[in-house]
C-alpha cells in the first residue's frame, strides 16, 4: 500500500538528482514533483518492506511517471525507445514534418538522466 512521505523524505528523494527528472532530466520544482516507485508496487509483494522506501523512488516530472505507469527500467526504456516508429506508423502530420525537414529523427537508445548523471540501481 502507498504511504504517505514526510517532507524530509521527499527533500531526500528530490535530491537525489538535483532538481530533475530521474528519467528526462528536465527541471522539476518542488511542489508538486511526483515521486515514483522504481520497482512498481503494483509488481511486487504489497508487504515488501524495500518497496515503500526513499530508496526505491526517484523524482520524477508528470509526464514520465505517467508514461512509465507500472513498467520496470528495462519496458520503459524499450518503451521510449518505440516511440518514432509507433508515431511514423500512427500519425500523418509526424511523417509530413519529417519530409518537410520540419523535425529529424536521432535513433539512439536511450539513457536514463539518472544514469548520465552516475546514480546505481541495486
Request: with cysteine; proline share 2%.
Amino acid at each position: 500500500m502507498r504511504r504517505k512521505l514526510s517532507k524530509k523524505e521527499r527533500l531526500e528523494i528530490y535530491n537525489k538528482t538535483y532538481g530533475h527528472c530521474a528519467y528526462c532530466g528536465c527541471e522539476i520544482p518542488f511542489k508538486g514533483f511526483h515521486a515514483d516507485h522504481i520497482k512498481c508496487l503494483r509488481n511486487y509483494e504489497w508487504d515488501n518492506d524495500d518497496i515503500n522506501t526513499v530508496k526505491n523512488m526517484f523524482p520524477a516530472c508528470g509526464s514520465c511517471n505517467i508514461y512509465k505507469r507500472t513498467m520496470d527500467l528495462e519496458t520503459f526504456r524499450k518503451m521510449l525507445s518505440g516511440i518514432p516508429m509507433r508515431l511514423s506508423r500512427d500519425v500523418s502530420t509526424y511523417n509530413i514534418a519529417l519530409r518537410f525537414g520540419l523535425i529529424k529523427e536521432d535513433v539512439k537508445s536511450v539513457k536514463f538522466y539518472f544514469e548520465k548523471i552516475g546514480i546505481k540501481i541495486e
